[in-house]
């Protein structure tokens, strides 16, 4: 199975479902099953799948599907391989060094409304 997954942070369920032919329902399925599917939710509770995600359905769904294994067998399958284990959304996701960056961002603009706040209440505008 080849497919081609756009260039994109996160994909719709309904996006999903149509790159790994499978209904909607089946990814929430799959997601309740392996704790290395756990999409985001975005504030309209939408799920929200990152490429991550995306890969790792379609590796499970060769395994469902086109080499017939069971849900059992495909995490066990998973596991002895060394592709999936229960922290593999973490390790595939984390990206310290972007984390760090924004941090750093937030943490600056913090200080410069700090800054602004204490001069303004210092002129009495506020």
Do not use: C
Request: proline content about 4%; cysteine-free.
């Amino acid at each position: 199975m080849n497919v081609e997954i756009p260039d994109k942070l996160y994909f719709k369920i309904g996006e999903v479902g149509k790159l790994a032919d499978v209904p909607p329902h089946v990814l929430r399925y799959w997601e309740s099953e392996f704790s290395a599917i756990r999409p985001k939710r975005a504030n309209s509770k939408q799920r929200l799948y990152r490429r991550a995600d995306v890969e790792f359905i379609l590796k499970l769904k060769v395994l469902l599907h086109e080499r017939r294994y069971t849900i059992a067998g495909a995490k066990k399958f998973l596991e002895e391989s060394g592709e999936w284990h229960e922290d593999l959304h973490e390790q595939s996701h984390e990206q310290p060094h972007e984390q760090k960056k924004v941090s750093l961002t937030i943490g600056r603009i913090k200080e410069e409304l700090q800054d602004l706040q204490k001069l303004l209440t210092n002129k009495g505008v506020v």
